[in-house]
Structure formats: C-alpha cells, structure tokens
C-alpha cells in the first residue's frame, strides 16, 4: 500500500475511506461491533458534530478512560477531527495519579467506561475530582455505558446533540486542523514520579504509524 497523503489524523481516516470504503477497520469483541473505513468515518462525524454543540473547539482537551473499545477509537477520531486534543488517561492510574492528571490536562469532557476489569472507575473519578479540589476546566463526565447513575450522560444522549451542527459548520472547523497542531497527549505511567503528558502532532502521530507499520511488513489482510 502506497504511503497516504494525509497530514492529520481526519484526513487519514477520509483518505482511507476514499480508498476502500467496505473495507474493515474496526472490530470489537465485547460488543461484536464491526465498522468498516466509510462506517467508522460517519461515526467519527457524528462524535465531532455532539462535540461542537458541547462547546468544544479547536485546541480544548477531552479525555477518555477506558480499555480497548470501539467508542475509544471513534472518540479519538472524533476529537482530533476539529482540531482538539485526545487526552488518553491510565486506567491503571491510582486516584492520586488520576487527580494530577485531570488538573494538569485541563480536560472539559471526560469519557469513560463504569468499569475496566475490577476497577469501578465511577468511584475513582469520584475521589480523584475530591483530590484535587475544584477543577475549573471539567464540565462534564460523559460513560459509554447506559447511565450508571441519574445525574450522568450517556454516550448515546451525548451523541444526539450531534444532529444540530451542519455539514457546513462541520467541514469548517476540520479545515483549520493543521499537520503540526497536537492531536493527542498521552500520560506515562508514573512508576518513578508524576505522570508526564507526552504530546504527539497530527503529521508525526501518522508518520509514526506509518513507519512501525512498514518495519513491520503489516499489509491490508493484517489485524492488529
């Protein structure tokens, strides 16, 4: 497959789309979801338009919480798409590691699942939040689960605020990401002090991947 053309990570999902529409890209085994490249790109411009109606612009931070999961991967896209920064958080961080990264990320929405394995990551948010005291950017905990509680939003509740942005006001703000803006910051474990945010650009996240993908022989047939 020949190198893409894309510079930011929408432009890779588009381009890979364009290419091979029917082609899958996404499976997820807990729920059975299987996306293809035009699917998972639909679902991405679903995820960006509820992002806009919440207030979300270019350069905002929105974390995600959770394991391996196909909301994650559509969020990620959604999120870099108009040019804010995917936050991706532990989730084997402790609640004081938690807290640290919450104030320092400077998130304003903040994804999760209810639970990963054994950890009940609605009480770990809980005590992280009451660790670090007010957090002035966080505006709101958003589950992909159902609401596990009433005071919650759900990824489906969330994802119908969507349906008030246009294809026009959508297009707009993807055309002001460039190559060089950071598409996602990614915390460190911590094992040996605080946990350190690692930003990654657009260009270089996708020249990154590029390059493991060709030292790796990987090819279209492969799944990762």
């Not at 639970?115 to 992909?144: H, M, P, W």
């Not at 990654?200 to 996708?206: K, N, P, T, V």
Request: hydrophobic share 45%; aromatic share 8%; glycine share 8%.
């Amino acid at each position: 497959m020949p190198k893409p053309q894309a510079r930011t990570t929408f432009e890779l999902l588009t381009e890979m789309a364009e290419i091979d529409p029917v082609h899958e890209a996404l499976v997820d085994p807990k729920t059975g979801l299987r996306l293809s490249y035009a699917e998972l790109l639909v679902a991405a411009q679903g995820f960006s338009r509820a992002l806009l109606t919440s207030g979300i612009n270019h350069g905002d931070r929105v974390g995600i919480l959770a394991g391996n999961r196909a909301e994650w991967i559509i969020a990620h896209f959604g999120i870099t798409a108009i040019g804010a920064i995917s936050v991706g958080l532990n989730t084997w961080a402790s609640a004081h590691e938690l807290a640290y990264q919450l104030e320092h990320s400077a998130i304003k929405l903040l994804f999760l699942e209810a639970e990963f394995r054994d950890r009940d990551f609605v009480s770990l948010v809980n005590e992280a939040v009451q660790i670090a005291g007010k957090l002035e950017t966080l505006q709101q905990c958003i589950y992909f689960e159902p609401n596990p509680s009433s005071d919650t939003t759900s990824w489906s509740t969330f994802l119908a605020r969507g349906n008030a942005i246009s294809n026009e006001d959508l297009n707009l703000a993807t055309s002001k990401v460039a190559p060089d803006n950071v598409a996602c910051l990614l915390y460190t474990s911590g094992s040996t002090a605080l946990p350190k945010g690692v930003p990654l650009l657009h260009q270089g996240l996708i020249e990154n991947m590029w390059g493991i993908g060709e030292r790796q022989h990987l090819v279209a047939e492969d799944r990762l």
